[in-house]
């Protein structure tokens, strides 16, 4: 997901905070940051369900591609290296 997410975000010419703003506007929810967005991108955190859904709206993906992402992403957590 850290490499995936940063990558689909500039293919759109997107930066962080447009990426949390288009979030916002599609889902209605102001929880979404910049910040919520960067932890994501460096593998901080792995967006739930919730926001995969409306990522893949915004970044015109599929939820599949985003959820094979989500799942390398908990495999490397739980298997480093």
């Known amino acids: 997901m850290s490499e995936f997410l940063p990558e689909l975000r500039r293919q759109h010419g997107l930066t962080q905070c447009d990426l949390a703003a288009e979030l916002h506007a599609v889902s209605g929810n102001l929880s979404i940051t910049r910040e919520e967005v960067s932890r994501w991108e460096r593998g901080k955190r792995i967006p739930g369900p919730y926001w995969r859904?409306?990522?893949?709206?915004?970044?015109?993906?599929?939820?599949?591609?985003?959820?094979?992402?989500?799942?390398v992403a908990r495999h490397r957590r739980h298997f480093p290296g």
């Open 53 to 71: 859904n409306w990522l893949s709206q915004v970044l015109h993906t599929s939820q599949r591609e985003l959820e094979l992402a989500a799942a």
